[in-house]
């Protein structure tokens, strides 16, 4: 089992700057991957931005350039530095995680943090 707690979001004028975190607990070292996701309403939830387990990143094209995504190990937390915010940033954005466990692979998501972004 994973657990995941999210913290960090909030309500930002447009051009500011927000760092989500994600505390991640228990099966540490089944996980393979990490990720951001976010869910505007009324649209599918998308992946923003991943880390893979030798530290590779992956972007979503809208956000290259203006998230990072980061992670400490000694701290077991991932972060999602978000800079030049949009008004389309506005979602909730859930922290998720892919590990691998004796049963198979399993997905793992947060509660979830709201990030509004004003215009």
């Known amino acids: 089992q994973v657990q995941l707690v999210e913290s960090g979001g909030g309500l930002v004028q447009a051009g500011g700057s927000l760092r989500l975190s994600c505390a991640v607990s228990?099966?540490?070292?089944?996980?393979?991957?990490m990720g951001w996701y976010r869910q505007a309403p009324g649209k599918q939830r998308e992946l923003a931005a991943a880390?893979?387990?030798?530290?590779?990143?992956n972007y979503a094209d809208s956000v290259k350039g203006r998230f990072t995504i980061s992670r400490n190990n000694a701290k077991n937390t991932v972060y999602l530095q978000m800079n030049s915010l949009k008004p389309e940033d506005t979602a909730v954005y859930y922290c998720?995680?892919?590990?691998?466990?004796?049963?198979?692979?399993?997905?793992?998501w947060g509660q979830g943090t709201q990030v509004t972004v004003s215009s």
């Open positions: 998720h995680a892919e590990a691998w466990l004796s049963s198979g692979e399993y997905d793992y």
């Open positions: 880390i893979i387990g030798g530290g590779s990143t």
């Open positions: 228990g099966s540490i070292s089944s996980i393979n991957a």
